[in-house]
Every structure is written in C-alpha cells, then in structure tokens.
C-alpha cells in the first residue's frame, strides 16, 4: 500500500521555524517527483515547492523564495520541507505529494500533477 504520512506541524511565532516531514511507505521516493501544497481556510490548494526524482531540480512559488526548502533523504524515504521565517500567512494544512512521471517545472506545482497524497498537518504562525 503507497502511502505518505506527514509530520512536525504545529504553532509557531511570526519568524519562527519549523521542520515537516513527509515519510513514503510502499514505494521509493527514487523514482518519483514530490512536492508540498497547503491549503488556508477558504482558499484553493497551492503549490509551494517541488523537487525532481534525483534532487537536482526544484521550483517553488515567489512567496516562499529564500525561506522555504525542500530536500529528500533517500536512505529514509523521507521528503522534508524547511520553513524559516515564517509568516501569518504561511497558516494552512500543509499536503505532501509524489508521482511516478516526468518531472516539469512548469506543471511540479500544479495538484493535478500528483497521485499520492497524505493526510495533511496544520500549521499555524500566530503571537
């Protein structure tokens, strides 16, 4: 059974940080593109960043530029996302996704691009 299992949510401080975590079972995180979307109360889901099979490549929206990284640890079959400087608006349920095709720039942040999902966590950056 493919699953992604998110974790490391939770209440942060206007320019705190935090670590998620996005742990694959039932497949290798080797052959598939992955990515973290979140979704606000109210709003649409929103791509946020995105990296190739092999790491090598990454996109991610304006908003997240120089605070946001994402990274894979192969050995554990784990996809991280590094959020710094956080801001109120960062406040969302954030999602992991992979997929088995090619990977594109152009088309990484897009849901429709993606197959596996996880549950989501919450983030919120509140005083």
């Known amino acids: 059974q493919l699953q992604l299992v998110e974790s490391g949510g939770g209440l942060v401080q206007p320019g705190g940080s935090l670590r998620l975590s996005c742990a694959a079972s039932?497949?290798?995180?080797?052959?598939?593109?992955t990515a973290w979307f979140r979704q606000a109360p109210g709003k649409e889901r929103e791509g946020v960043i995105c990296i190739s099979s092999s790491g090598a490549t990454t996109n991610y929206i304006d908003s997240v530029k120089d605070r946001f990284t994402i990274s894979i640890d192969n050995a554990k079959n784990t996809v991280y996302l590094q959020m710094n400087s956080l801001k109120p608006e960062d406040t969302a349920v954030y999602y992991c996704?992979?997929?088995?095709?090619?990977?594109?720039?152009?088309?990484?942040?897009?849901?429709?691009?993606?197959?596996?999902w996880g549950q989501g966590t919450q983030v919120t950056v509140s005083p």
């Open positions: 996704a992979a997929d088995s095709g090619p990977f594109g720039s152009s088309w990484c942040l897009s849901p429709e691009t993606y197959e596996y």
């Open positions: 039932g497949f290798s995180l080797d052959y598939y593109a």
